[in-house]
């Protein structure tokens, strides 16, 4: 693989994803200038992972803004695959979602699809898998969501509320088609085979139009999706795609839950974050402080930096002048990797008190 | 196709079936005098299906028999692919598991794989499926089943009930071992792909061993869940092969839905009965009156004594008489003929006045 080639499928991102390219491989759309403004005329504001790109591209997003103009309801849908505990990557699309909820208020499902997870892995049991399942739980409440508009689905739980749909959607769909999607081959599991019409089940859960923000690389399931549903006299679902968050070894890989010291959990202490962040938070800084001063150091390479654009500071201004401190070198690797540090660890400072209420009121969200 | 040929798979049965050939092609085993000795010293006596060979093969009996003599439990599973209206045909395993449940105190589990007749044939609505499903459980019901001991399972409404084991079990089969078994390709759909695991799941539904009465055509199902059983730490299920009960219109094919002529339903009225013997049942008889008094007719093509043979007449000597007197010219087709109009209509008096009992009690079979 040389430098510039990347791979990105629901099951293995790598390399230094070109997001551009994307884009044109998989035949979607940019989020325009032109869509912020109208997203800002109805909602007042733009999200901050809207306005950076952080969300960069979408399907048919604007057929979701006609509808809401039209006076007429849409339904939000986004969901987790528990191969893991939660890191921070996990909670972007949550955080997205939860934005699109308050904004138009909105229906969320939020689908884990811990029958994947078993599949895909040959070393997991189920057992594990809903453990996992139960802690990605746990964060994705912990954002505030709240039980009368949003309904968790765990797969082999509430496999009764999506099998007619899913049956609907696998007649529709032949071994050819997923092959092409996912480059499956003879040694692929039959539950991987089928699994894609499960994922495309709750997008026809309500008889309304989807929204469904996602990371990019979970698109090819809904490419399969848009091309059912109009043979099943459904409408196509529409989709917000995010980036991915990167390790913390760099920007050329995604974080990754097999590797532990790759990524900050939800659940990690402060000083864990803090060792994580000075250990191994990959540095666009120069190799000394005299070095730095005179040339500055790198933030579009800078784990600190970018953790810090796509998530923990929200504050335009407040991120400007970091950005710009840093490139002048005015501001260290040191001192980034300190405010990095600060608002990771205020941020999970809250989100941990609201993972303790979040245990309790588990149950209320569950499909039934 | 030479006059030889035939094919039986779960989706097509065509052709004169030899089913000595079926043993070696499925490698199952003959149901042996000795197997025969061995259930009529536990049971008392022996059905006449499996006295005269209707049912012929099996896997694993033996198995079965060890765990009852050591005082062990197992249960029975049986199903249906509700793809049209109830035939006499189709009752000819659910008799026997009927026999079996009686003789050995076991739990019986029916199975009504609606999704598969759905991934099946393109034409066909879930609405369609669901029709014909209420239609086949009412006549399951009508040959005594008692709601204590016998459950049903309706795919998509009982599948919350299966999906965990179904994904157990899809892990450990893949495309290879599906295209090999099923000859299924690339227009296939991912469905039916998915399927079989979830035939296999109720044959892991209680912890004991399985003993499954079925038509041959089925085998290969669960020649699949015979290899993936000790991969998941389960027993592999046990199984006894029936022959396919032939059409109206002669040996060489199995009674089929599609061809509403070719077969006697469970809801035919006495003149329709008579009017479907008379008029299509194939005759091993001569062309001519004299013709037969002198060469006799041939019961074994002879579809009016097959019927007899295989359901409707279980007294031996009654049989061997009508054979003979066939045979010999003694009886003539229009006689013979009348005596399986009678004894059809017989039963379908009992079992059409059972099937409105049935009605009443159905929810409570349902497994929950």
Avoid at 32 to 60: A, P, V
Avoid at 277 to 297: E, M, P, T, V, W
Wanted: aromatic share 10%; net charge positive.
């Amino acid at each position: 693989m040389s430098r510039e080639d990347f791979t990105v499928t629901p099951w293995h991102v790598e390399g230094n994803i070109d997001y551009n390219k994307l884009i044109e491989q998989f035949g979607t759309e940019r989020i325009s200038e032109q869509i912020l403004d109208r997203l800002e005329k109805i909602t007042g504001d733009i999200h901050f992972m809207l306005k950076r790109g952080i969300f960069f591209s979408h399907r048919d997003l604007n057929k979701i803004l006609d509808t809401h103009e039209q006076n007429n309801e849409f339904f939000v849908y986004t969901g987790r695959g528990p191969s893991g505990n939660t890191h921070i990557g996990h909670l972007i699309p949550w955080v997205l979602t939860k934005w699109i909820q308050d904004k138009f208020h909105t229906n969320v499902y939020f689908q884990l699809s811990d029958d994947e997870k078993f599949f895909a892995n040959k070393d997991i049991t189920l057992d594990m898998v809903s453990r996992f399942t139960y802690e990605n739980i746990i964060d994705f409440i912990a954002l505030g969501f709240k039980p009368h508009n949003t309904k968790i689905i765990i797969n082999t739980k509430n496999i009764g509320n999506l099998y007619p749909t899913t049956c609907q959607i696998a007649k529709k769909i032949n071994l050819s088609n997923i092959k092409a999607v996912f480059g499956f081959t003879n040694d692929t599991n039959i539950g991987m085979i089928f699994y894609t019409a499960l994922q495309s089940a709750p997008c026809f859960i309500e008889n309304k139009p989807v929204l469904i923000p996602l990371g990019i690389d979970q698109d090819p399931h809904f490419r399969i999706t848009r091309d059912v549903a109009p043979k099943i006299g459904k409408i196509k679902p529409a989709i917000i795609h995010g980036m991915m968050m990167p390790s913390l070894m760099g920007v050329n890989n995604k974080m990754s839950t097999s590797k532990k010291n790759s990524v900050i959990y939800t659940t990690d202490s402060p000083s864990t974050v803090k060792n994580k962040i000075n250990k191994y938070a990959f540095s666009g800084g120069q190799s000394d402080i005299k070095l730095h001063r005179k040339k500055g150091g790198d933030p579009k390479i800078d784990i600190s930096y970018q953790y810090l654009r796509m998530f923990f500071e929200p504050n335009d201004s407040k991120l400007k002048r970091i950005h710009d401190d840093y490139t002048s070198g005015r501001l260290l690797t040191g001192e980034l990797k300190s405010i990095a540090i600060e608002k990771i660890n205020n941020f999970l400072e809250i989100h941990q008190q609201r993972r303790k209420e979040a245990v309790k009121y588990m149950k209320e969200y569950i499909l039934q």
